[in-house]
C-alpha cells in the first residue's frame, strides 16, 4: 500500500535524486519505504523559487486560495483511509487514532477554505488632531512573504496543516521540512498540492539533513519561521533566525487539577485524565503528565485511573482493537523508563507499568514523584502520568505553575470563581475547565508561554502571522 519510494518537491514538483532516507515501521522496526533527500542545491531552488512566488501569490485572488483549499479537502477526504493507514505506519499510531488525525487535518483545511474569504482590516479615524481633519485610515493585511515550516514527529499531518494552510489562506508560498522520521504524510500533502494551479514556487516541501537545512531558518529571503519541536531546537533555531518574525510551538508538561468538587463523577473526570495522558502514548505535547487532585478523593481517583491504564491494549498499531501502540522509537522509550527508575531512586511509587518491550513503554502511573525530577520537570513525551494529592487551591495553582513550561492546563471544578482564579493566574496560552488540557480543536488560538514558546497556531491565528498590516491614508480635499 505505501509506494517504494516518495519524491520531495521543489517548485510543485516532485523530484527523483539518487539518494533517500529509509523509513521505518515504527512497530515492526524495519524500513518499509524511502522518501528522496534534498541536498543543499535544492534547498536554494526551493527558497529562490518561494521568492519569485510572492508577487504571483500575493495577488492570487482570495476564490483561487479558497478552491486549493477547497481541492485539498476533497481530496483528503478521499484518500482518508491511505492517510490513516500512513500515520499509523510511520509515527506508529493506533489506527483510530491516526483517524481521527485525518479528521483533524480536513477540519484544519476547512477552516482555511473559510478563512481565505475573508475581509478584515478597520476604517481608522484619523481626526484626532486638527491637523488630520479630512484624512481618513483604512487597513487590511497583506502576506509577509516566504516562509519557512518546521514540523515534528507527533502529528506528521494535521500539524503540518496548521502551517501549510494558513500559508495558502494567507498568500505567502512557503518551504516546508517534514521530520524526517515521519516524512511519508507530507509528501502525499504535497502531491495533492501539485495537482492544484498554485503559481510556480508556491510550495517546496524538502527534507534536507541538519548539514543543509541552515538556509531555511537564516535566509534573510524568508520572512516568517514557523516551527514545531522540542524545545532546545525551537530557542536554538530562533536565535539564527535574524531579522524574520519567528513562531515557536514547543513542549510541555501539561497539568490537570481535579479539585474538591471536580463537577463531573469521578469516573467521567478519570476517563478524561486517563484518554489525556495515554492518547499517542503520551506523546503530544498537551499529554496530562501531572495531575493534581484534592486530598478528598485522592485514593479513590487513584484507583480509578490505575484501573484504566490497565485495561489499555498494547501492540500494533494496525490492530483495531490497539488502544496503546509504541513511541517514537526505542531510544525514546528507553529515555522514558531511565526517568521512571531514576524517579523511584528518589522516592517515587510506580502503581502500575512501567515495563518496557523495545519501543512500547506501558502506561504508566506513579506518584510522590519530587518536583525536581526529569519526570515531573522535564516533558516526559511518553504514556506516563504522575498523581499528586493537595488539599490548598493556592497551592495546587502554585504546583501548576511551577517550572519552565505553559502551554495548556486542565481543571475540574464545579467552583466558578476558582475557573476565574485559574483563568487569572495560570500562566499557560489556555485554561480548560470541566476536561483536561489536552483537549484542542483547530480553530482555537493554541500555543504557549515560558519555555512552551512564542505566538499563536489555530487557523485564524497563524494567518493574522502570517500577514501584516498595510495602512492606507487619504485624504479629502
Ligand atoms: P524535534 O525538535 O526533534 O524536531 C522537530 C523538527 O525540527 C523536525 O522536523 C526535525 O527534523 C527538525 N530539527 C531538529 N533539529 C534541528 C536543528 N538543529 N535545526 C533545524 N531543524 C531541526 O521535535 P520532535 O521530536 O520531532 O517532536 C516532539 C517535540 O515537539 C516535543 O517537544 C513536543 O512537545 C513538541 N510539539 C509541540 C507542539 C505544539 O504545538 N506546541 C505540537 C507537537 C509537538
Known amino acids: 500500500m505505501l509506494a517504494e519510494r516518495y519524491p520531495y518537491y521543489v517548485a510543485n514538483r516532485p523530484r527523483w535524486p539518487n539518494t533517500d532516507l529509509p523509513v521505518v515501521d515504527k512497530y515492526s522496526g524495519e524500513v518499509v519505504t524511502r522518501v528522496a533527500l ?17 508577487g504571483p501569490m500575493r495577488r492570487l485572488p482570495a476564490h483561487a486560495r479558497q478552491a486549493v483549499l477547497e481541492h485539498c479537502v476533497r481530496r483528503f477526504q478521499e484518500r482518508a483511509e491511505e492517510l490513516a493507514l500512513v500515520l499509523c505506519i510511520e509515527a506508529g499510531k493506533p489506527l483510530r487514532d491516526a483517524r481521527g488525525e485525518v479528521t483533524r487535518l480536513i477540519e484544519t483545511f476547512k477552516a482555511a477554505a473559510e478563512e481565505a474569504v475573508r475581509g478584515g482590516g478597520e476604517v481608522l479615524n484619523l481626526e484626532v488632531s486638527a491637523r488630520a481633519e479630512g484624512y481618513r485610515g483604512f487597513t487590511r493585511r497583506v502576506p509577509v512573504g516566504p516562509v519557512s515550516l518546521i514540523t515534528p514527529f507527533n502529528f506528521p499531518l494535521n500539524l503540518v496543516a496548521h502551517k501549510v494552510a494558513p500559508a495558502i489562506a494567507a498568500g505567502c508560498p512557503f518551504i516546508l521540512k517534514p521530520s524526517d522520521r515521519t516524512p511519508v504524510s507530507a509528501m502525499i500533502l504535497a502531491e495533492v498540492l501539485a495537482e492544484t494551479n498554485l503559481p510556480e514556487g508556491a510550495f517546496s516541501v524538502v527534507t534536507p539533513t541538519l548539514k543543509d537545512i541552515g538556509p531555511l531558518i537564516e535566509d534573510e529571503r524568508l520572512k516568517l519561521l514557523s516551527f514545531t519541536g522540542s524545545e532546545k531546537v525551537g530557542w536554538d533555531l530562533k536565535a539564527r533566525a535574524g531579522r524574520k518574525k519567528v513562531v515557536l510551538e514547543l513542549g510541555g508538561n501539561a497539568a490537570c487539577v481535579v479539585d474538591r468538587e471536580p463537577g463531573a463523577p469521578l469516573e467521567v473526570v478519570a476517563d478524561r485524565v486517563a484518554l489525556g495522558a495515554f492518547f499517542q502514548s503520551g506523546q503530544s505535547c498537551i499529554s496530562v503528565q501531572r495531575v493534581l487532585v484534592h486530598a478528598s478523593h485522592y485514593e479513590a481517583f487513584k484507583a480509578l485511573i490505575v484501573e484504566r491504564a490497565r485495561a489499555l491494549r498494547s501492540g500494533n498499531p494496525r490492530d483495531e482493537a490497539t488502544t496503546l501502540g509504541p513511541m517514537i522509537d526505542e531510544p525514546a522509550a528507553k529515555r522514558l523508563e531511565g526517568w521512571i527508575q531514576d524517579a523511584v531512586g528518589r522516592g517515587a511509587r510506580v502503581l502500575t507499568g512501567g515495563g518496557r518491550k523495545g519501543a512500547l513503554l506501558e502506561a504508566t502511573v506513579l506518584e510522590g514523584v ?10 516526559a513525551f511518553g504514556p506516563v502520568v504522575l498523581l499528586q494529592p493537595f488539599t490548598s487551591f493556592t497551592e ?46 483547530d480553530t482555537m488560538p493554541y500555543g504557549g508561554v515560558k519555555g512552551s514558546g512564542l505566538g499563536r497556531e489555530g487557523v485564524k491565528y497563524a494567518i493574522e502571522d502570517m500577514t501584516e498590516l498595510r495602512l492606507l491614508v487619504l485624504r479629502q480635499r
Not at 534534498?38 to 510572492?54: G, H
Open 396 to 441: 495546587a495553582m502554585a504546583q501548576v505553575n511551577a517550572g519552565r513550561y505553559g502551554l495548556q492546563a486542565g481543571l475540574f471544578t464545579n467552583d466558578l470563581s476558582r475557573a476565574m482564579h485559574a483563568w487569572d493566574e495560570l500562566e499557560v496560552g489556555g485554561v480548560v475547565v470541566g476536561d483536561v488540557p489536552s483537549f484542542r480543536v
Open 370 to 379: 519530587p518536583e525536581d525530577a526529569p519526570l515531573s520537570a522535564e516533558e
Open 38 to 54: 534534498s541536498d543543499a542545491a535544492a534547498v536554494e531552488e526551493a527558497i529562490a523559487a518561494a521568492v519569485r512566488a510572492a
